[in-house]
């Protein structure tokens, strides 16, 4: 149980105990890494707290990626920070997505331009700029990036609208990352988990029906639980996936590689 023993990492967007961010975090603190974690204000800090006492856990810092403070970006001025403290960093999680939920139902040409903009830019930016702000603190002996897609990215999902076209950016953006940090020995991978029961998922309307298919279709009859996407993350981000990068790794009871379902799932 000590796979990550002396390797310390960044976990960026907990939101609450049920967030796939801590689930991952949970299983790689058991697995013996030493975390720290960012939130964006101080009604989400409040919850963490709690949760980083109980991994023994004492590093927090805030960022907004959709801001910036004192003409630094957000982002840049969290890893100024942490560098103060750790001069090397081995893994980074990006659990960071945004939309108006109110554009997450109904068409999706219904999208607002400035929703467009902020949800690509928090969604699939902001991991471009946390691996470019990171480099300094990995650039000595690599590391692992890691961020969340979901398979609305590759095929149309109801009501992920502008969401999937944000994934998609994230997607793209991890093959351009792993080739632009390879050589830094940086590798770039991402979680594409199933439906799971959290707070950012209960903003896409529909949700419900969208959980009981996914399970139904789903080749092993499931969706996934945290621990299950936790054990996924620590594969990409311990030794164990050295020679992996350029990677969306589902973790969806298989859904992904359905087609068209038996007429017996639907029914």
């Known amino acids: 149980m000590s796979i990550m023993k002396n390797k310390k990492g960044l976990i960026m967007g907990v939101a609450n105990e049920r967030s796939i961010a801590w689930g991952i975090a949970r299983v790689l603190a058991e697995h013996g890494a030493e975390l720290a974690f960012s939130y964006q204000n101080e009604g989400f800090n409040k919850r ?49 997505a945004y939309s108006d939920k109110d554009e997450l ?46 398979l609305g990215a590759e095929r149309t999902t109801p009501n992920y609208n502008v969401m999937g076209v944000a ?55 499931f969706n996934p639980q945290l621990t299950e996407v936790g054990n996924s993350a620590l594969y990409l981000l311990s030794d164990l996936s050295t020679g992996v990068t350029g990677n969306v790794h589902h973790v969806d009871g298989g859904l992904h590689s359905v087609a068209i379902p038996k007429q017996e799932n639907l029914e």
């Open 48 to 96: 963490l707290i709690p949760l980083m006492n109980s991994i023994g856990s004492q590093r927090c810092y805030e960022c907004d990626v959709s801001k910036d403070v004192n003409d630094i970006n957000s982002i840049e001025n969290m890893f100024n920070k942490l560098s103060e403290t750790w001069n090397s960093i081995d893994f980074i999680v990006h659990a960071l």
């Open 167 to 221: 994934k998609s950016a994230l997607e793209a953006s991890i093959k351009y990352l792993a080739m632009d940090l390879g050589k830094n020995n940086i590798r770039v991978n991402a979680l594409s988990a199933g439906p799971v029961k959290t707070l950012a998922g209960a903003a896409i309307s529909g949700a419900r029906h969208v959980f009981r298919y996914s399970e139904n279709v789903a080749p092993l009859k």
């Open 105 to 150: 139902k109904g068409k999706y040409f219904n999208c607002t331009r400035t929703n467009f903009l902020n949800s690509l830019d928090i969604s699939a930016f902001s991991f471009t700029r946390t691996a470019k702000s990171a480099l300094p603190l990995m650039a000595s002996n690599g590391g692992s990036l890691l961020t969340l897609s979901y």
